[in-house]
């Protein structure tokens, strides 16, 4: 699986007015709920946050990629957020967060090497400072889907 095929319109908002970490997490894992991601936004959200407590996810340049094994994940997928505003997060760089990765992984073997292999892939293409200016500007899902598949 490679990040392009995870590109859900779904779950996908790139105009989100959360106003900290906590709004922003349950409003993409609604998302995740609703196209049938997920089977429990509340064990989901717990899951998310105990891993969270394990360490920082907002990796810096104002992007954040939350993710926590769970059961309640029926269907391995990345929801996107592009906040309107900065938010608090605790990151490698002491900024705040416009860009939130929030993936949706199974305890299950098979989805554990997928998101493996997802999370390497963003990584890399987060580590390349043009995309990620192109994914701090994207207004649309088209532009990420080309960030996605530009070599």
């Known amino acids: 699986m490679k990040v392009i095929d995870a590109i859900d319109e779904r779950i996908i ?13 349950k409003a993409l894992a609604d998302k995740l709920h609703d196209a049938g991601y997920i089977n429990d936004v509340g064990a989901f959200i ?14 810096g340049n104002y992007i ?19 906040l309107n505003d ?14 939130v ?5 199974s305890n299950d073997h098979e989805y554990a090497k997928n998101h493996m ?6 990584a890399t293409k987060l580590g390349n400072d043009e995309a990620v200016e ?4 994207m207004q649309e899902v088209s532009e990420l889907r080309e960030i996605f598949t530009a070599v």
């Open 13 to 25: 908002d790139l105009s989100m007015n959360t106003k900290n970490k906590k709004e922003t997490i």
């Open 46 to 59: 717990k899951d998310i946050y105990e891993r969270e407590a394990q360490g920082i996810t907002g990796i």
């Open 64 to 82: 954040a990629i939350p993710h926590g094994k769970s059961d309640s994940v029926t269907q391995v997928g990345i929801a996107i957020g592009k």
């Open 86 to 99: 900065e938010i608090e997060w605790e990151t490698l760089d002491g900024k705040g967060v416009k860009l």
């Open 101 to 105: 990765f929030l993936f949706a992984v």
């Open 117 to 122: 292999k997802l999370l390497a892939e963003i």
């Open 134 to 137: 192109k994914l701090n500007k």
